[in-house]
């Protein structure tokens, strides 16, 4: 069971997950002990999953992201489209949908070449009937912070 303090809490660090915890502390009135506990435990029963550093892809070189719905012929080839995924560097996010297709790939390559390459790799996996590509032009919202 969360409580208001450990929302104000996983709040702060959706925000920034660096915030020194003496910083948190001072926010939400606890002593830095008793704040490195109530982070130890969400860490532990897996509300916080993890922290990580958002690169600029751009910084890298990585021009150009798209959004790959793929539809199967059948779910007998699941288990082989996951692990092609996972060993697939290219796709940052995989989703199993309802709807267009059977996933939806959230993809970020350098240029039009390389996802041409991409696209004839995922359309050469087994049961891999089709796929249907959207570029992204813009990014008006990208955020992974949950409303809690």
Known sequence: MLDDLDI??????????????????????????????????LEESGIISGYYAKLDKKAFGFDIMAFINVVMESSKNYEVLSKNVE?????????????????????IVKDTASLEQLLGKIQSWPGVARTVTSFVLSTIKETNKLNI
């Open 8 to 41: 104000k809490i996983l709040n702060i660090l959706q925000v920034n997950g660096r915030t020194k915890r003496n910083e948190i502390a001072d926010k939400i009135g606890l002593s830095v002990p008793s704040l490195s506990e109530r982070i130890k435990k």
């Open 87 to 107: 060993s697939t560097p290219e796709i940052l996010e995989c989703y199993s949908v309802l709807g267009e297709g059977s996933h939806i790939l959230k993809a």
